[in-house]
Antibody
Framework: QLQLQESGPGLVKPSETLSLTCTVS??????????WDWIRQPPGKGLEWIGS???????YYNPSLKSRVTISIHTSRNQFSLKLSSVTAADTAVYFC??????????????????WGQGTLVTVSS | IQLTQSPSSLSASVGDRVTITCRAS??????LAWYQQKPGKAPKLLIY???TLQSGVPSRFSGSGSGTDFTLTISSLQPEDFATYYC?????????FGQGTKVEIK
């Protein structure tokens, strides 16, 4: 089964760029059966989807963050990464990476987020 | 697509039957998943395709619905089920989650 692990700085200054990496083990990030996603959760609040990437490099972003987000995939290292620019205190959150399985069923391909990293808290503060 | 869960929180006892609803702002067929999240932990997939139980998830969890109205049912609440539950739509982008339902001990 897949295992995902986030890594990166836990503290970022306002106006700077947040950078996180997700390392995937137990499977190949080049699999055509998965998208790779980033999700965040501000302290005490709900889940917000940030964006996703396919092994070929195609990306989808949340329109609310699109102007500041870049998700990249690094197949040789079995990793994908998140960059969020011009951060403010509102970007303080636990950031999760997750695998989005493209499950083939009789009714078609049904996605679901089957494996998640443990999450990493990123605080934006000077 | 906006997802609205109800209730936002509930208190229940061990052994109770618990039902959580999720309503979508437009039809999403069966492209709905349910997750359980405990404090300090990542969400865990329970149900996908509205009603398919993820491998390893106890059979007391079940999901139903299609279109705009969905339910997650826990047939007999166990101590380890006290957590927050989220629904998620996966028919289009951006992926969106409901606001969560916190299940607390009565």
């Amino acid at each position: 089964q897949l295992q995902l692990q986030e890594s990166g700085p836990g503290l970022v200054k306002p106006s700077e760029t947040l950078s996180l990496t997700c390392t995937v083990s137990g499977g190949s990030i080049s699999s055509s059966d998965y998208y790779w996603d980033w999700i965040r959760q501000p302290p005490g609040k709900g889940l917000e989807w940030i964006g996703s990437i396919y092994y070929g490099g195609h990306t989808y972003y949340n329109p609310s963050l699109k102007s500041r987000v870049t998700i990249s995939i690094h197949t040789s290292r079995n990793q994908f990464s998140l960059k969020l620019s011009s951060v403010t205190a509102a970007d303080t959150a636990v950031y999760f990476c997750a695998s989005e399985a493209l499950t083939r069923m009789v009714r078609g391909v049904i996605p679901n987020f089957d494996y998640w990293g443990q999450g990493t808290l990123v605080t934006v503060s000077s | 697509i906006q997802l609205t869960q109800s209730p936002s929180s509930l208190s229940a006892s061990v052994g109770d039957r618990v039902t959580i609803t999720c309503r979508a702002s437009q039809g999403i067929s069966s492209y709905l998943a349910w997750y359980q999240q405990k404090p300090g932990k990542a969400p865990k997939l329970l149900i996908y395709a509205a009603s398919t139980l993820q491998s390893g998830v106890p059979s007391r969890f079940s999901g139903s619905g299609s279109g705009t109205d969905f339910t997650l049912t826990i047939s007999s609440l166990q101590p380890e089920d006290f957590a927050t539950y989220y629904c998620q739509q996966l028919i289009n982008y951006p992926r969106t989650f409901g606001q969560g339902t916190k299940v607390e001990i009565k």
